[in-house]
């Protein structure tokens, strides 16, 4: 397990209800020369679904869970039957349910993304400046970064346009 004092204390604090202090691409810049080859791969390749790295295996458990209930309450919602079986946990349907009952798209998105960032605070526990802590943080970072793909001004203007098409295809009928 490798210690990246310098680097972890160099890097901004990252918040689930803040913006994105930095990109991941700047990230991979300050990781580059202060992390082994392997490790700088892995982070290069990083996605929210990868399952190789420090902590990233205990994320994919967990994010699978997360996804496998969100399917399930969105079929169940939609009065589809779910026929994957899986391992529910109490508190993750319920964080989906508030999720799914929120007033709009992006305050669900919020509302799940609070509570991953808890689920990574859990899974890095006492590490300190190692591996674990720099990998939980590319996570976070990778979350934020679908985060600021929500876009309200933009997602307003598809919706009234799309809204808008389909208004005049009733009226042309």
Known sequence: MASYYYLIASLPELRADGDMPITYSEFLSCCQSNVSEKDYQILKNLTLSSTEGPLVNEWAQFYGMLKKELNYQRSMNLGKSYSTAYDKDGLISQVVASALS????????????????????????????????????????????????FEQTKGKAEFKSLFDGIQQRVYSL
């Open 102 to 149: 929120a007033k709009n798209p992006l305050e669900a998105e919020k509302l799940l993304l609070e509570y991953e960032f808890e689920n990574l605070d859990s899974l890095v526990g006492l590490h300190m400046f190692d591996d674990y802590v720099l990998f939980g943080y590319a996570i976070k970072l990778k979350l934020l970064e679908r985060l600021n793909c």
